[in-house]
């Protein structure tokens, strides 16, 4: 429908025409360029002309190249490149990659050794865990037989060899000056992410790195144990054992060291500065079998006590001479009348009457 001037003041009032007026005015310049912009296009009538779309970039598209000459010259990635790996997939030559080489602990560790299994890394909680780790099943003696590690330990690779070590060389002969061999070597606990003593809060200690380990016992091939700790046992063997332990481990806790080591020993490979060790380990002689309950007899030949005098004794040695002296005094007039047998009056004895008078305090 189009309207004339007329028309559009009459239809509409003069505050919608100036509101016209001045967004005509204030359009921007891009809206004023469009060659069908009029009066149909503010009120849409049905008869005005249909407005131009605008125009829309598209993509260049290989199947429509009618489309490229309208599209501006817009760079574009490059294709990805047909031999290019996708985002999840592994390409062959990381399929291939090889393990990494075993340590040169590893290595030294063998069969002929002991039987010692390789085991992945422990990675955490906290500080917890420690690489080139193997499980500590059994040490090979000289002569092939088997020691058995009751239960196996977790430790680490350079902790497991001197373990070996130790059992092959110190503690083997000691067993044969006892006329029997090592069988099995029984041990409390290997690898814990704890704190030292189990304590909450404490520092963290060589078990959680798999580098300790405590040993309580070992059993021989007759089935004897010799327990570090026994007080039974030779002082001699535990004193060897002692000596080796502290030549080897950089941490020695037993007996005497603190309440938590009473009944077994704690070995490490701390490393401290200056190669600082710590050997804490009181080998401990045997207790009496028989408590003795009263002490020995005084020997005739000794000689007599000197023993100074206490003030109990000289209080009572006062009390007994205050008695003696009372007994030693005749009876006094008061004395008597304590008694009930004199009265005084104004001064003068008189003897008591039928009725016995017992002082005042019966007025």
């Known amino acids: 429908m189009n309207l004339s001037a007329g028309q559009v003041v009459r239809k509409w009032p003069f505050g919608a025409i100036i509101t016209l007026l001045a967004f005509t005015l204030i359009a921007p310049a891009e809206a004023r360029r469009h060659a069908y912009f009029g009066w149909g296009d503010l009120f849409r009538t049905a008869r005005s002309t249909p407005r131009r ?29 047909v031999e290019a790996p996708g985002p999840n997939t592994t390409t062959e030559a990381s399929k291939e990659q090889p393990p990494p080489q075993p340590s040169a602990c590893r290595q030294a560790l063998t069969e002929e050794i002991a039987i010692a299994p390789s085991i992945p890394a422990i990675h955490g909680p906290g500080d917890c865990g420690g ?39 110190d503690l083997e002969p000691l067993a ?18 704890r704190g030292f003593n ?11 790195h798999a580098n300790a380990l405590d040993v309580h016992a070992f059993r021989l091939a007759d089935g004897r144990e010799i327990a570090p700790t026994d007080r039974t046992q030779p002082r001699e063997v535990r004193e060897d054992m002692l000596h080796s332990a502290c030549t080897r481990f950089t941490t020695v806790l ?44 005084r020997p005739s030949d000794a000689p007599p006590r000197v023993v100074a005098d206490r003030d109990e004794d000289k209080a009572e040695t006062a ?38 008078w017992h002082g005042a305090g019966n007025r």
């Open 254 to 297: 037993g007996p005497d060291s603190d309440w938590h080591h009473e009944d077994h020993i704690h070995i490490d490979l701390r490393e401290r500065h200056n190669h600082y060790r710590i050997c804490q380990w009181d080998v401990l002689d045997p207790l009496p079998k028989i408590a003795p309950l009263v002490p020995a007899a």
């Open 131 to 169: 690489e080139d780790l193997v499980r500590l099943e059994a040490i090979m003696l000289p002569d092939k037989r088997r020691v058995r590690v009751s239960p196996a330990a977790t430790l680490r690779c350079p902790m497991a060899s001197e373990i070996a070590n130790w059992v092959r060389t």
């Open 53 to 81: 779309p605008h125009r829309t970039v598209h993509a260049a598209h290989p199947a429509h190249p009618a489309h490229v000459a309208n599209v501006p010259n817009v760079p574009l990635p490059r294709p990805r490149p």
């Open 176 to 193: 044969q000056r006892l006329g029997s061999a090592l069988a099995e070597l029984r041990n409390f606990e290997s690898y814990d992410c």
């Open 319 to 356: 009390g007994k001479q205050k008695s003696e002296d009372e007994v030693k005094k005749p009876a006094s007039a008061a004395h008597s009348w304590r008694q009930g047998k004199v009265k005084i009056i104004k001064g003068r004895a008189k003897p008591p009457t039928s009725t016995p």
């Open 198 to 208: 189990g304590v909450k809060g404490a520092p963290l200690s060589e078990h959680g």
